[in-house]
């Protein structure tokens, strides 16, 4: 399928002849030159030259047949780098910058200053890139030529010395740097020290400071602060670079050290609130502190202030807490007394009934059983079962009993300092008496069930549905309250 472009170069050369007369024509867009064979073939005194510009420089060693080719196009067609910056997104001039070829950019330059001032789709110019890749005798070249270059930004709003300090290219900021240049702010109101020390450049940011005091700019520099307040001091404090922090306090700067940001820290303050047992910030403490650096009173308030609402909110917890406690062993306290009744009643009147006289009696299914007043009908008839039944009972009361004791323990360790400490146990211990005493009455019923209906009913009803409601008390009571048990020990 034919391009959008073939189709319409077509139609154009069907309708126009202003090739007529043409010398020479000169394909520098890329490509394999389809229009311009195109154009040859309908007209075959032209000489047609395909030549991608900027792909030979990209692919060429800096050697002067790079420039002689140039020129020769030039010289052919004066137009060829204005037709390249327009049918491109890389002009000569950025390849050329960008890969260190220094005569074919100061030729195209030459040729052609305003490719200086063009911008990439990336949003570089080309001294941008020279100085990003450290090519320090373009920019020295761009510069003399052009000197306003210095202070050209890209998209970003960074001169050339904002981008030399961000890669750490020393050679480049010693030819870039100027009071002009140095004076220069980022959109968020950096200068290049900012830049450096963001990017943890100490051998940039030293060769910064040396620059700047030898034009009397230094301390101008160093204490500057950009839209936070911050001073290239907090920067370095926050990134926690001791090393730079050490440079900036050192005898080569007159750094302020106690200067505040917008927040009312100064650097001391920065470290001391993010301190996390970190040795580096323990040094550059130790550093700040020799220098006269200080805590500032806004830290001490908002430490203070800090502090109060955290007491608050553990205290706010621990009324919750209490509060929580006080209804669990409230609700427990009724449930016992309830279950110490049944269990007591039960035990003195059976399932099944108690026996009315004397002598033995037949049955169906028990032939001669012996029995006296007052004994449990089911203890003669099915002794298994009753033994369990009775056994579960017993639990059941002497577990509420026992609850009843420590529901009166906590009442008294609530005002006795000795118990406070073991609240948490207490608590603890009473839980799991409740659930073995719900566990306890669980397998009473299921026996009780057993007792006065058909066993095997209660085997395949009764005891799948104990088996899941002791699993649901196993784990409410035991698991759980063992888990938060363990995790408040482990975060004290």
């Known amino acids: 399928m034919k391009s959008f472009n073939v189709t319409f170069m077509e139609t154009i050369l069907d309708i126009y002849d202003g090739f007529e007369g043409v010398k020479c024509l000169v394909d520098v867009g890329g490509g394999n030159g389809s229009i311009l064979n195109m154009i040859i073939t309908k007209y075959p005194a032209i000489k047609g030259i395909n030549y991608d510009l900027a792909s030979v420089v990209e692919s060429s060693p800096s050697y002067p047949g790079d420039v002689n080719a140039l020129l020769e196009l030039i010289q052919e067609d004066p137009l060829t780098l204005h037709t390249v910056t327009v049918t491109t997104s890389n002009t000569p001039l950025h390849v050329a910058a960008l890969l260190g070829h220094a005569q074919f950019a100061m030729a195209a330059m030459q040729n052609c200053p305003g490719l200086a001032d063009e911008l990439n789709q990336q949003g570089f110019s080309p001294i941008h890139l020279a100085s990003a890749k450290g090519h320090w005798e373009i920019v020295r070249d761009m510069l003399i030529r052009r000197p306003d270059l210095a202070l050209i930004k890209d998209e970003d709003g960074k001169n050339p010395l904002h981008t030399a300090a961000t890669k750490g290219r020393v050679q480049v900021l010693r030819e870039v740097f100027s009071i002009a240049s140095a004076q220069e702010l980022t959109p968020k109101g950096e200068n290049a020290l900012h830049v450096a020390v963001k990017h943890n450049q100490h051998k940039a940011l030293e060769t910064l400071i040396q620059l700047a005091n030898q034009i009397q700019v230094g301390d101008e520099l160093v204490n500057a602060k950009d839209e936070d307040g911050n001073t290239v001091l907090h920067l370095a404090c926050a990134a926690k670079n001791s090393k730079i922090v050490k440079l900036l306090v050192s005898d080569q700067t007159n750094v302020e050290v106690n200067a505040v940001n917008s927040e009312g820290l100064t650097a001391l303050d920065i470290c001391v609130t993010s301190m996390a047992g970190s040795n580096e910030l323990e040094e550059i403490q130790e550093v700040l502190r020799s220098a006269g650096a200080e805590v500032s009173g806004r830290l001490v308030q908002a430490v203070v202030s800090n502090q109060r609402q955290q007491a608050l909110s553990r205290e706010d917890r621990s009324l919750t807490s209490r509060n929580y406690t006080d209804s669990l062993r409230n609700g427990i306290g009724v449930l016992a007394v309830l279950f110490a009744t049944l269990s007591f009643q039960l035990g003195m009147n ?18 001669n059983v012996t029995h006296k007043p007052g004994k449990s009908i089911s203890w003669e008839l099915q002794k298994s079962e ?93 698991v759980l309250p063992f888990c938060w048990f363990v995790r408040g020990r482990l975060s004290r």
């Open 350 to 367: 059976p399932p099944g009934g108690s026996w009315q006289d004397w002598g033995s009696s037949t049955t169906p299914n028990f032939l």
């Open 386 to 478: 009753a033994l369990t039944f009775f056994l579960a009972n017993a639990i059941c009361f002497f577990t509420s009993l026992t609850i009843l004791v420590f529901l009166a323990l906590t009442e008294v360790s609530n005002h006795v300092a000795l118990f406070k400490k073991s609240q948490q146990y207490w608590n603890f211990m009473l839980r799991t008496l409740f659930g073995s005493l719900l566990g306890a009455a669980a397998v009473e019923f299921i026996t009780g069930m057993a007792l006065v209906t058909d066993t095997k009913y209660a085997s395949n009803i009764c005891a799948p549905a104990g088996i899941v409601i002791a699993y649901c008390f196993l784990v409410a009571f035991f």
